[in-house]
């Protein structure tokens, strides 16, 4: 069994930005999903394998992000995530894409 | 008390972190299993004192893994907790209602996790 010592706030802060670094390019392709799938909303050309994969990628999002501090970048994915879940999104097109415009900047601005 | 925890997810980077969480603040031995497939496997070659399992998973999910898991002998004891991204009302509630000690919910503070875990469990 392993007996470290008590983590202090930098050691684990530190730890989770290497995780954040490494595992961005992923988020970033959940974050493209997402971008595509509102884009295709907006032209009425969403297909359900589109809306279903974007629905899994904003379910991700929206468990991770927060983790990693971006706690509103959560209740973005997780507002995406119930629209994309319902076989027609009922939200206006306009105001998803901005849902998602900001959760890439969140994303992309993490230090 | 150091504890040793199995942590069952198919997503690489909550597994990471989670794992990152309860090593290196409460420092507890971590196990990580991607599959519930394997996390039956391991549940059963390790014995864990406790298993933190995710909901939504390719394959066999966390509600089947954890049915899986009490029908054997070998595993049918160890308390498991499940941990999701759904917030839902119903969803909280139909997983409780499979007999799971506690439903931690995605996205958890990696600074507070064990202690989350330390209380539902009646460990601290």
Redesign the interface.
């Known amino acids: 069994?392993?007996?470290?010592?008590?983590?202090t706030?930098p050691?684990?802060a530190d730890?989770?930005n290497r995780?954040w670094i490494r595992?961005l390019p992923?988020?970033e392709g959940r974050i493209t999903i997402l971008e595509t799938a509102s884009q295709a909303l907006a032209n009425s050309s969403l297909t359900d394998e589109q809306r279903e994969e974007a629905h899994a990628a904003a379910?991700?999002l929206?468990?991770?992000?927060?983790?990693?501090g971006l706690?509103r970048g959560?209740e973005l994915a997780?507002r995406a995530e119930l629209e994309f879940e319902k076989q027609s999104p009922s939200v206006v097109p306009a105001e998803l894409t901005a849902w998602i415009s900001e959760l890439g900047l969140l994303v992309r601005s993490r230090q | 008390m150091s504890r040793r925890i199995l942590i069952i997810d198919d997503e690489d980077d909550i597994r990471q972190v989670a794992a990152l969480s309860l090593e290196t603040v409460a420092g507890w031995d971590v196990i990580v299993a991607s599959s519930g497939a394997q996390g039956l496997l391991r549940a059963a070659e390790h014995q864990p004192d406790a298993i933190l399992l995710d909901v939504m998973m390719p394959g066999m999910d966390g509600p089947t893994t954890f049915r899986e898991l009490r029908k054997n002998p070998a595993t049918a004891k160890i308390p498991v907790l499940l941990l999701t991204a759904k917030v839902q009302g119903p969803d909280q509630r139909r997983f409780a209602d499979l007999g799971v000690e506690a439903v931690l919910l995605k996205p958890f503070d990696p600074l507070t996790l064990s202690t989350q875990m330390e209380k539902v469990l009646g460990w601290d």
């Open positions: 069994m392993a007996s470290n010592p008590p983590a706030k050691s684990i730890a989770l995780l595992f992923e988020i379910h991700k929206s468990g991770t992000l927060g983790t990693f706690d959560t997780r």
